[in-house]
T-cell receptor, first 116, second 115 residues
Framework: DTEVTQTPKHLVMGMTNKKSLKCEQH?????MYWYKQKAKKPPELMFVYSYEKLSINESVPSRFSPECPNSSLLNLHLHALQPEDSALYLC???????????????FGDGTRLSIL | GEDVEQSLFLSVREGDSSVINCTYTDSSSTYLYWYKQEPGAGLQLLTYIFSNMDMKQDQRLTVLLNKKDKHLSLRIADTQTGDSAIYFC???????????????FGKGTHLIIQP
């Protein structure tokens, strides 16, 4: 069982829809991440939040809009997506570097997104 | 993932040891990780090693790190059918500011178990 929970597990949406992916963790981690994984490819980093502030944006198109409303929650708002955005979207969390704790990233099971 | 290299496939007999290799390029990597991904699932953290360590053992798993050659390996003893999955090597690189490091993954090694 994963300690990072992502909802929904599956999402099908049209190119004009607006939807949101949600991620929740209760491990006290202050760093949270979004990754995108295309079929038969490794995950690729999209966004990093540290202490609820966006610290890394890996040149992701603006149709993806992240939000971190509190230390346990991470959202990814989707608008006007393209068919090539169909992928598995993975959320992860970890301790922040320098917190005197090990910092492995723990992943959720992902949301499988299909754009029609 | 092009800075982290792995073989795409490894086939072993059930009961044998599996050794999955990985090379990375960034000497500033702080942690190196092995994740397991089964079909349709997310990533399961298997083990990780800090860059100042040479070896780490955890039950059936042994990680070896050769920092000079930037080579990481994962040995799975007594490989079972449940070990069949894709294994990703990943490195964390310190980003400036923020204190949270994104991961760069290899392409993944598909471990195939023969009966």
């Amino acid at each position: 069982d994963t300690e990072v929970t992502q909802t929904p597990k599956h999402l099908v949406m049209g190119m004009t829809n607006k939807k949101s992916l949600k991620c929740e963790q209760h491990m006290g981690h202050r760093a949270m991440y979004w990754y995108k994984q295309k079929a038969k490819k490794p995950p690729e980093l999209m966004f990093v939040y540290s202490y609820e502030k966006l610290s890394i944006n890996e040149s992701v198109p603006s149709r993806f809009s992240p939000e971190c409303p509190n230390s346990s929650l991470l959202n990814l708002h989707l608008h006007a997506l393209q068919p090539e955005d169909s992928a598995l979207y993975l959320c992860a969390s970890s301790q922040v570097r320098g917190s005197n704790s090990n910092q492995p990233q723990h992943f959720g099971d992902g949301t499988r997104l299909s754009i029609l | 993932g092009e800075d982290v290299e792995q073989s795409l496939f490894l086939s072993v007999r059930e009961g044998d040891s599996s050794v999955i290799n990985c090379t990375y390029t960034d000497s500033s990597s702080t942690y190196l990780y092995w994740y397991k991904q089964e079909p349709g699932a997310g990533l399961q953290l298997l083990t990780y090693i800090f860059s100042n360590m040479d070896m780490k053992q955890d039950q059936r798993l042994t990680v070896l790190l050769n920092k000079k050659d930037k080579h990481l390996s994962l040995r799975i003893a007594d490989t079972q059918t449940g070990d069949s999955a894709i294994y990703f090597c990943a490195e964390s690189r310190p980003y400036s500011g923020g204190g949270a490091d994104g991961l760069t993954f290899g392409k993944g090694t598909h471990l195939i178990i023969q009966p």
